[in-house]
């Protein structure tokens, strides 16, 4: 098993300054003190075109590509558009499917009314994907909770930095046993249908 661990932050709003995007951006630095390497993913900078099965695959798709190939878990980050994840996050998740098997996600929700129906949606598309999820995520209102870049809500930055943790503890458990069972010859494994 390699000892690396590798989390992938996926920004899903496509506004400059996001509060989604600024709690993701925190979450990555707890994730690093974790011992984890991290990269982060803006949609409002690598816009990915409307999926389109058919379609070749754009230098912005394969540029998204090798950063999810990278990854061992992810954040996904949204803001909340009328109890849904945004757009841009939503075409991510269908272009890139098959990679999220057996990787674990945590989720981050930028809104007014606590984001439980946006992170409920994230949470069916990653299972639909057959990823793992974290079984909470964090809920941010912007204007409550930040000043300036800066985190003004003591139990917020105590989720965050929990989600952190476990996001790399569980993550890592769940990428060791799943590469284990994908190079074993057992064959009644989730891992088992993924082998060539």
Same mark, same amino acid.
């Given at each position: 098993? $390699?000892?690396?661990? /590798?989390?992938?932050?996926?920004?899903?709003?496509?506004?400059?300054?996001? %509060? +989604?995007?600024? @709690?993701?951006?925190?979450?990555?630095? %707890?994730?690093?003190?974790?011992?984890?390497?991290?990269?982060?993913?803006?949609?409002?900078?690598?816009?990915?075109?409307?999926?389109?099965? +058919?379609?070749?695959?754009? $230098?912005?798709?394969?540029?998204? @590509?090798?950063?999810?190939?990278?990854?061992?878990?992810?954040?996904?980050?949204?803001?909340? %558009?009328?109890?849904?994840?945004?757009?841009?996050?939503?075409?991510?998740?269908?272009?890139?499917?098959?990679?999220?098997?057996?990787?674990?996600?945590?989720?981050?929700?930028?809104?007014?009314?606590?984001?439980?129906?946006?992170?409920?949606?994230?949470?069916?598309?990653?299972?639909?994907?057959?990823?793992? +999820?974290?079984?909470?995520?964090?809920?941010?209102?912007?204007?409550? !909770?930040?000043?300036?870049?800066?985190?003004? /809500?003591?139990?917020?930055? +105590?989720?965050?930095?929990?989600? @952190?943790? !476990?996001?790399?503890?569980?993550?890592?458990?769940?990428? !060791?046993?799943?590469?284990?069972?994908?190079?074993?010859?057992?064959?009644?494994?989730?891992? @088992?249908?993924?082998?060539?």
């Amino acid at each position: 098993m $390699k000892n690396s661990f /590798n989390v992938l932050g996926v920004a899903g709003s496509t506004r400059q300054g996001s %509060y +989604s995007t600024q @709690a993701l951006k925190i979450a990555l630095e %707890y994730v690093k003190k974790q011992g984890a390497e991290v990269r982060l993913l803006e949609l409002n900078r690598i816009v990915l075109p409307l999926y389109d099965p +058919s379609a070749t695959a754009s $230098k912005e798709v394969e540029e998204a @590509a090798k950063a999810i190939a990278w990854a061992d878990a992810f954040i996904l980050a949204s803001p909340d %558009y009328h109890g849904s994840m945004s757009g841009a996050l939503k075409n991510f998740l269908d272009h890139f499917y098959e990679e999220f098997a057996g990787k674990v996600f945590g989720y981050i929700v930028a809104s007014h009314e606590k984001g439980l129906t946006v992170m409920d949606q994230m949470r069916t598309a990653v299972r639909q994907c057959y990823g793992w +999820s974290m079984p909470y995520g964090v809920s941010i209102n912007g204007p409550q !909770d930040f000043t300036g870049h800066e985190t003004v /809500n003591a139990r917020l930055s +105590s989720r965050v930095r929990m989600m @952190a943790r !476990d996001l790399v503890v569980y993550g890592r458990l769940v990428r !060791d046993q799943f590469m284990r069972d994908f190079g074993s010859n057992e064959p009644d494994t989730f891992a @088992a249908h993924y082998r060539p």
